[in-house]
């Protein structure tokens, strides 16, 4: 049994992440159904926090 380069090699070809409709970002994800960016299918509002702001 190797660990390593071997078994993570296997992980590449799934896709997790794809364009956004709404915000255009490579942060939707396909199985949450959610953007990690600005939120989108989650609410209608746009994801944001007071600390993101500087």
Do not use: E
Request: hydrophobic letters at 20%.
């Amino acid at each position: 049994m190797t660990k390593g380069t071997h078994s993570m090699g296997k992980k590449s070809g799934k896709k997790t992440h794809i364009p956004c409709k709404r915000c255009g970002k490579r942060a939707y994800h396909i199985r949450k159904k959610r953007c990690a960016s600005c939120g989108y299918g989650a609410s209608t509002a746009l994801r944001t926090y007071s600390w993101l702001k500087k």
